[in-house]
């Protein structure tokens, strides 16, 4: 139970992280541009991925810091509690 007591955030942060190599491809991908794109189309692609680096991304380090600390306490709780 206790490998599992952190799981949430260790997932969210490893989901972030293929997010974000999945965001890298698509920038590249635009940047290369592929004629089929209207200017509006790839403008919108490089400012989403410009969004989720910033917003989104720095996110990791807070759920990687609460995975670390290998606090207990969700592991802990008695099912009663709930």
Same mark, same amino acid.
């Given at each position: 139970a206790n490998a599992l007591a952190n799981a949430v955030p260790y997932l969210q942060a490893f989901g972030h992280t293929v997010l974000a190599w999945i965001w890298l491809d698509v920038?590249? @991908?635009?940047?290369?541009?592929? @004629?089929?794109?209207? !200017?509006?189309?790839?403008?919108?692609? !490089?400012?989403?991925?410009?969004?989720?680096?910033?917003?989104e991304l720095p996110k990791i380090g807070a759920w990687l810091g609460v995975v670390s600390t290998c606090n207990p306490i969700c592991a802990t709780m008695p099912e009663d509690a709930f």
């Open positions: 920038a590249l @991908a635009t940047v290369r541009q592929d @004629a089929a794109l209207s !200017i509006a189309a790839s403008s919108g692609r !490089i400012r989403a991925a410009a969004y989720f680096y910033h917003y």
